[in-house]
């Protein structure tokens, strides 16, 4: 099976969690395979049950699965690095400082390993302090152009831009997409993307030229009392996508 995700038009591909793995299946389709399907390493008691659930929904997608932390929590990051070594995903969720582990492991490059790192309130500056003990300590923040070097120096493929609350950080965003640009970095933004700005949201990143974008829909797109993403939201997000790349 594949190690890399499928772009559509080589720019775009989506990231939604499964909420089983029928679900998957369903969303893998309406998206036209153009997708990465998270499942949360935090929703298992140990690696062991994990990466044989895992196993299971990589063989039903062609392997697009995202490996997740849940909401970012930096207590999975070591977890996180352990399943994607046994199973070798498509695309590694990671906080800062856990991406030279996860690359390591994999032994590849293949796959996708994105960085997180956060909204400061000051277009320009992030904060990168997003692992187990950093993200107790006082923040750590840098230009985003040095958190971008930091990250291909361990090996990462993108920054994961989170949390956004959609476009509450709509110049930081717009900066961290300028430097993704001029950094020939791809770009995950995350957190607090629905149907009515994930347009928005895509079109900042276009518009700035960044090579490939990973944008994640998460709980808007999520049936509440089913915990199963809709897969016709997914399909809008796609057709969404085709819109504006044609």
């Known amino acids: 099976m594949s190690l890399s995700p499928r772009f559509y038009q080589d720019r775009v591909c989506l990231n939604v969690l499964a909420g089983s793995h029928q679900n998957a299946v369903d969303i893998y389709e309406a998206a036209e395979g153009y997708v990465l399907v998270g499942v949360l390493s935090k929703n298992y008691p140990d690696t062991e049950h994990a990466v044989a659930d895992m196993r299971e929904y990589a063989s039903l997608i062609n392997n697009a699965i995202s ?11 070591a977890m996180v690095s352990e399943i994607s070594r046994q199973i070798q995903p498509q695309h590694v969720n990671q906080v800062f400082t856990g991406v030279a582990t996860s690359r390591a492991l994999l032994g590849q490059s293949d796959t996708v390993v994105n960085g997180l790192i ?33 990250l291909k120096d361990m090996g990462g493929s993108s920054v994961k831009y989170f949390p956004m609350g959609g476009l509450a950080c709509r110049d930081e965003y717009i900066a961290v997409a300028q430097a993704c640009a001029r950094q020939d970095f791809w770009l995950e933004p995350t957190g607090g993307i629905d149907l009515d700005n994930f347009e928005a949201i895509l079109d900042i990143a276009l518009q700035a030229g960044v090579k490939r974008i990973i944008p994640h829909v998460y709980s808007s797109i999520i049936e509440k009392n089913t915990g199963q993403t809709r897969p016709e939201d997914v399909r809008t997000l796609l057709n969404s996508v085709k819109k504006y790349l044609g």
């Open 118 to 150: 956060s909204p400061t309130g000051t277009p320009g500056l992030v904060k990168i302090s997003t692992g187990p003990l950093s993200s107790k300590a006082p923040d750590g923040i840098v230009p985003i152009d040095t958190a971008i070097a930091l």
């Open 67 to 77: 490996v997740g932390l849940g909401a970012g929590s930096p207590g999975q990051s």
